[in-house]
């Protein structure tokens, strides 16, 4: 039992939690809490710098697939002056038929050699959508007359974007590539099948 009096989480899943060493029985805790009983069908660990202020902090994302959901924990550092040093962590339970988008993307190095060891996937990009946030990107709107120098306003997109994880071989190793791919491919082929 963990210290919250839940199962611990699988063995492989909680040894990438501790190899991060950032707060690691409290970030295996929050994520054993929101698990509960559910198996674990995948997992993505990546750990990464965030910049606040002219500080350097650590923000650790775990997301885990269960039968029936998406697990999204957040852990960064809250250091305050004058404090000691603090963590805030969040956890999301996401049920699968709330996902409505789940885009992975990849940038092939030698794509004209895909399928041998030549080809290597150098960067993945995992973004997912379950209508929590959404993003508005706007821009002066333009018209067609190039001496048109009048204030047409504004015009945008609005996107669903609640989370976007980016792994790459320089930063994070090919191995960490393949684990974002795996993940995201599993998640792309339970979504929609239970809507």
Not at 12 to 29: K, M, N, Q, T, W
Not at 154 to 161: C, D, K, Q, V, Y
Request: proline content about 5%; aromatic content about 4%.
């Amino acid at each position: 039992m963990t210290s919250s009096g839940v199962r611990p989480l699988p063995i492989e899943l909680g040894a990438e939690i501790h190899a991060c060493r950032y707060f690691p029985e409290l970030v295996a805790d929050t994520v054993a809490m929101a698990l509960g009983e559910e198996p674990v069908a995948s997992y993505l660990v990546h750990q990464e710098a965030t910049f606040n202020h002219e500080e350097i902090q650590r923000h650790l994302s775990v997301l885990v697939l269960t039968p029936t959901r998406l697990i999204v924990s957040h852990t960064d550092e809250n250091n305050e002056a004058g404090s000691p040093p603090q963590a805030l962590t969040t956890t999301e339970a996401v049920p699968l038929g709330r996902i409505s988008s789940v885009a992975l993307s990849q940038v092939v190095s030698n794509a004209e050699r895909y399928g041998s060891r030549r080809a290597v996937v150098s960067e993945a990009w995992l973004a997912l959508a379950w209508g929590t946030m959404r993003r508005v990107d706007l821009e002066p709107a333009q018209c067609g007359d190039p001496n048109c120098d009048a204030d047409h306003g504004l015009t945008g997109m609005i996107a669903g974007e609640d989370i976007t994880v980016r792994i790459s071989s320089a930063a994070d190793g090919v191995d960490k590539v393949q684990q974002l791919i795996a993940f995201g491919t599993a998640l792309q082929q339970v979504t929609g099948v239970h809507r």
